[in-house]
């Protein structure tokens, strides 16, 4: 099997939910958080080509619904919302998960188990 790197913060219940599904199932996984670390421009965009901007900014969450409507619109490219998540890695939807060559996004046990 391949190295599995599961991305995100610590306190998220998904990310703990993410967590214990490897666990449960004997699989070890590198967990980065990016709340300490950062996340690169590079890293952001090299997710967004594969899975596109739209999926990676968490609109519903708190930190996105606590920016201003005007910093809200102004996010209508790529380059605009990698910028964004970079400096709030709050909105990248939890967990990007990276797994043999592919990423998959956001908690989901069928996608996981596909892997």
């Keep these: 099997m391949n190295k599995i790197i599961v991305y995100g913060i610590p306190n998220c219940d998904t990310i703990k939910k993410t967590l214990d599904w490897y666990k449960k199932k004997n699989i070890t996984v590198e967990f980065v958080d990016y709340k300490k670390t950062g996340i ?6 090299a997710w967004s080509k594969k899975v596109g901007y739209e999926i990676l900014l968490n609109k519903k969450s ?5 920016l201003s409507p005007e910093t809200q619109q102004r996010i209508t490219s790529e380059q605009a919302a990698i910028q964004l998540m970079q400096e709030y890695t709050s909105l990248i939807k939890r967990p990007v998960i990276e797994i043999n060559g592919n990423i998959l996004v956001g ?6 188990s596909k892997q």
């Design 62 to 66: 708190t930190t996105w619904r606590s």
């Design 107 to 112: 908690f989901n046990e069928t996608n996981f």
């Design 40 to 45: 690169t421009k590079d890293k952001l965009a």
